[in-house]
Each structure stands twice: as C-alpha cells, then as structure tokens.
C-alpha cells in the first residue's frame, strides 16, 4: 500500500474535502470517493506535475459539485465524458477570450503608437515653423 499524505482540508458549498498527496505507480492522475461521514477525498498522485494535478484536482472536485456521486447506476465513461466537454468547452472559451485580448491590445498599441507619432509629427511642424521664424525675423533684423 502505498503512504498516503492529508496536504489540506476545507470546506466549499457546504462539503468537506480532504486533498491527501499519494504516490502510486499506475497512470491514474487524480481520484474521489465519498466517505460514510458524507466528506470527499481527493487523492492527488505524487508522480504527476503540479500543472497536471492543478487540473485533475479541480475536475475532481467539480465532480464532487456537480453531484456526480449521485448518479448511481449511470455509466462512469458517460459522466466522465459530460466532464470532459465541459472542460473542453471552457479551454476553447479562454483560448477565444486570449487571442481576442491580444487583439485588443495591439489595437490598443496601435492606436496609441499613431497618437505618439501624430503628436511627434505636429511638434515637429511647430518646431520646424518657429525655426523659420526665428529665421526669417533675423534676415530681417540685418
């Protein structure tokens, strides 16, 4: 068996999680059960990044929230796959909402890349007409 390791427990909506750090050699990232207290596990593989158990931390606890324990009888690979495209369907929204950012802040840059040169450009002009003032007023005082 392998050590098993409580990293945290709190409290969210009402249900009490338990977030216990293991080390297991089988390909299972992350995984729940229910206790007979009503509080949740949520068993974290030590042999995975900490970017991929980020991931499968908060699946399993969306799990846990969406009340997936309660489907009794419902076929597992079904309630894994309605989570999946869930999850699916938020990297799209977020990879949407990062190109449409970056796409707002080079407008943004360009627009304020145009003023600047504007600006430049009209202080160059009052420069260059005072320059041929001043010019001018001297071939005159002569």
Do not use: C, P
């Not at 969406?66 to 309605?82: A, N, T, W």
């Not at 943004?108 to 005072?130: C, G």
């Amino acid at each position: 068996m392998a050590r098993e390791v409580v990293i945290n427990s709190f409290e969210m909506e009402g249900k009490v999680f338990s977030a216990i750090l293991i080390d297991e050699v089988f390909g299972i990232e992350a995984w729940s059960r229910e206790s007979v207290d009503g509080s949740y596990q949520i068993f974290l593989n030590a042999r995975y990044s900490d970017d991929r158990l980020r991931k499968a931390f908060k699946h399993e606890v969306d799990h846990i929230l969406r009340g997936d324990f309660d489907r009794v009888g419902e076929d597992v690979s079904v309630i894994e796959h309605q989570a999946h495209a869930v999850e699916e369907q938020a990297e799209e929204v977020i990879t949407e909402v990062t190109v449409k950012r970056r796409e707002l802040y080079i407008t943004k840059k360009r627009k304020l890349d145009y003023a600047f040169a504007q600006k430049r450009r009209t202080e160059s002009v009052f420069e260059w007409d005072y320059r041929m003032i001043g010019m001018q007023q001297a071939k005159w005082e002569e």
